[in-house]
């Protein structure tokens, strides 16, 4: 009887050991008891009922992504492209994710494809290769809205990948290579445009300076000639007043000497010598000439006088 009782106890205590549990991080335990959903357990130890309660879903509360493979799509202008999309939800309520629908992603996964189709069917084909953003913001909208019954919260949509048929690759290839060549001769034309404006502004400036380096070479010449002409007119003003000087100095000497009046007449016929020199076509005689002649017969009979002694 003790034996049986010891047993007892030792599965009772195996039992209720191995029904705690312990929920991690970043999970959530759905328990239904009897069938029906009793509880949601979060983050902690919990001691599950055996044989009455159990476990129906272990759910991740952390942001998951899915990445869906292409879906074919038909824009406004009937072209049919193949454009995969990823999406990035987190499970907000356990209980509606586990009840709400069959197969979650499944059902993402189509919701995804129908949405993008009727999103393209609208847009033409430029347009949807442009409009990344705008594809993205109205099916995380639409999206987010349609799985919130499922307790799911999509918070971004991304377009992975936009793939349009062959050929239109190929056209829009050589659209883009013309475009590049276009680009390249405007740029090219712009920089010889900008190299010729530089190259006058250069020959203009260089023009300017040598029009003003030869003005301020004619007024420095202006300026030496003004100043050789005035040195000029200095030393002919000195010399005249040199002249003029040695000319009053031998007149004050002549009137300090009081010479006589033979002498002031031998003076003027030397004066009336050198007039005659040859060079002068007109002579003007004085009036007085007998008597200066006569005063040059004394002076000639003096001067033979001290010759001859």
């Known amino acids: 009887m ?36 009793s509880a949601t357990w979060s983050t902690g130890l919990h001691v599950k009922i055996p044989l009455i309660e159990r476990i129906a879903n272990r759910v991740t509360l952390k942001e998951q992504v899915v990445d869906f493979p292409p879906q074919p799509v038909i ?4 072209v049919t492209m193949q454009i995969d999309t990823v999406v990035y939800y987190q499970i907000t309520d356990p209980k509606l994710y586990t009840y ?36 993205n913001t109205k099916m995380r909208s639409i999206l987010d809205e349609a799985t919130d019954p499922w307790g799911i ?23 883009m290579k013309a475009e590049r060549e276009r680009r ?28 003003q ?28 007043r040199n002249v003029q000087q040695a000319t009053a ?8 000497a009081m010479p006589s009046e033979q002498v002031l007449t031998i003076k003027s016929l030397e004066a009336f010598e050198k007039a005659a020199d040859g060079r002068a076509t007109k002579i003007i005689l004085p009036s007085d000439i007998q008597g200066i002649a006569g005063l040059a017969v004394s002076l000639k009979e003096i001067l033979t006088d001290k010759d001859n002694k």
């Open 100 to 135: 709400g629908v069959e197969l979650p992603m499944a059902a993402i996964e189509n919701l995804t494809a129908t949405t993008l189709r009727n999103i393209i069917g609208d847009m033409e084909l430029d347009e949807s290769l442009t409009s990344r953003d705008v594809i």
């Open 213 to 240: 380096a030869e003005k301020e070479s004619q007024i420095l010449k202006a300026e030496a000639d003004k100043e050789a002409a005035i040195r000029i007119a200095e030393g002919e003003a000195e010399a005249i």
């Open 249 to 256: 100095d031998g007149i004050r000497m002549l009137n300090e």
């Open 2 to 37: 003790e034996i049986f009782i010891i047993v007892l106890i030792a599965l009772i205590v195996i039992l209720v050991v191995a029904n705690i549990k312990i929920v991690p991080q970043a999970k959530a335990y759905v328990i239904e008891r009897l069938g029906a959903y």
């Open 184 to 211: 390249e001769s405007i740029l090219r034309a712009e920089g010889e445009k900008k190299s010729a404006i530089l190259v006058a502004e250069g020959e203009k400036e260089s023009r300017i300076l040598s029009a």
């Open 153 to 175: 919260k999509v918070n971004r949509v991304e377009l992975k990948n936009i793939i349009p048929p062959a050929g239109i690759r190929e056209a829009m290839e050589k659209q």
């Open 75 to 78: 824009t406004k202008d009937n």
